[in-house]
């Protein structure tokens, strides 16, 4: 079923990185020529979403350009297949390094996980390696996409380009300003892919801020990069294509959230003193585990080196350098 009779949802299975089935989405949208909205992983475009658009009528060497709204690899690994067949892949400007340069990718994403935990010894061999986790590339970027910037799709879709960061420190949503109909991609996750996770996040202050944004907005329809569960849902119920005022309700379950795990972390760090985030982690997830599911085993040891991305824990140490104030 097409959404605002021009946008053809898009699903793709791959497994996680913990051995799991997960889903990406992805959204086709008519313009003068069909556009993509997010790729999914390295494969998906032709192997998942090729026989989708082939029965709207749309061959994938058609595709008039493909827009990614952050530089994971679940989102950004099928433009690299396509920008390999030459259509041309734009990504926000700020990620661009983090696709064309893959050392750059791991000190952004990686390294301070390995330095709250107190293994910095280990970034730079592996800053170096091909074990990336959700990153891929490298790639080089066709169309660096500028903050606020509109691009004509055609004489009645017109997208701009609005920031959205917190899941990553640059990630951007895609605002079909004629309909109110925005691609958000993970920048909004409520309980997260996973149930018993905790949600992805890098930059929590700028995650409250893109919420309050959105509910500023008029956001008719909001479309997102997973399945992702909230607090009414479960694996085969969670929807990606969410109307108003389920976006009001959403966006709001994920402010609460978001509080939920900043609260657990001011409250552990002034309990516990100058402490090492090691010792942080237990009784920060505890409180958590009062207000969210969780089945991360998160009383395990960490192993050295890190096992990364350990997506719980990397958002733990988002929160942990908020209240520590290096992340504002």
């Not at 913990?18 to 390295?42: I, Q, R, V, W």
């Not at 994938?60 to 690994?77: K, N, P, S």
């Not at 479309?223 to 709001?252: C, P, R, Y």
Request: glycine share 8%; with cysteine; net charge negative.
């Amino acid at each position: 079923m097409r959404i605002l009779n021009k946008i053809i949802p898009l699903l793709s299975n791959f497994s996680s990185l913990e051995g799991g089935n997960m889903h990406t989405c992805a959204y086709c949208l008519m313009g003068d020529k069909p556009y993509l909205f997010d790729a999914g992983n390295s494969g998906d475009v032709t192997s998942q979403y090729a026989p989708e658009l082939a029965l709207n009528g749309i061959k994938v060497e058609d595709l008039g350009g493909v827009f990614v709204t952050h530089a994971h690899g679940d989102h950004v690994g099928g433009a690299i297949e396509l920008h390999n067949m030459g259509i041309p892949l734009m990504l926000p400007e700020a990620e661009v390094p983090y696709l064309e340069d893959m050392p750059a990718a791991f000190d952004h994403f990686f390294a301070p996980s390995f330095r709250a935990l107190g293994q910095e010894e280990y970034i730079p061999e592996l800053r170096m390696g091909s074990k990336l986790g959700y990153i891929a590339g490298p790639c080089k970027v066709d169309r660096p996409v500028k903050d606020d910037e509109v691009f004509a799709l055609a004489s009645d879709v017109h997208i701009r380009v609005v920031p959205i960061p917190g899941h990553t420190d640059n990630s951007v949503g895609y605002y079909w300003e004629e309909t109110g109909a925005i691609f958000v991609g993970d920048a909004i996750q409520s309980y997260g892919q996973c149930v018993g996770a905790l949600p992805i996040l890098q930059n929590p202050p700028a995650f409250e801020r893109t919420l309050k944004k959105l509910l500023d907005m008029n956001v008719q329809v909001m479309m997102t990069g997973h399945m992702f569960q909230t607090s009414g849902t479960h694996g085969v119920t969670a929807n990606n294509v969410k109307f108003q005022k389920e976006i009001d309700n959403f966006l709001l379950e994920n402010l609460e959230i978001h509080q939920i795990m900043l609260d657990a972390m001011n409250d552990t760090v002034a309990e516990k003193g100058d402490v090492p985030f090691t010792e942080l982690i237990v009784p920060a997830m505890d409180r958590i585990a009062k207000h969210i599911p969780i089945l991360a085993d998160y009383k395990a040891p960490i192993p050295r080196p890190y096992n990364f991305p350990q997506l719980w824990l990397d958002t733990l140490v988002a929160y942990y350098r908020t209240v520590k104030g290096e992340i504002k």
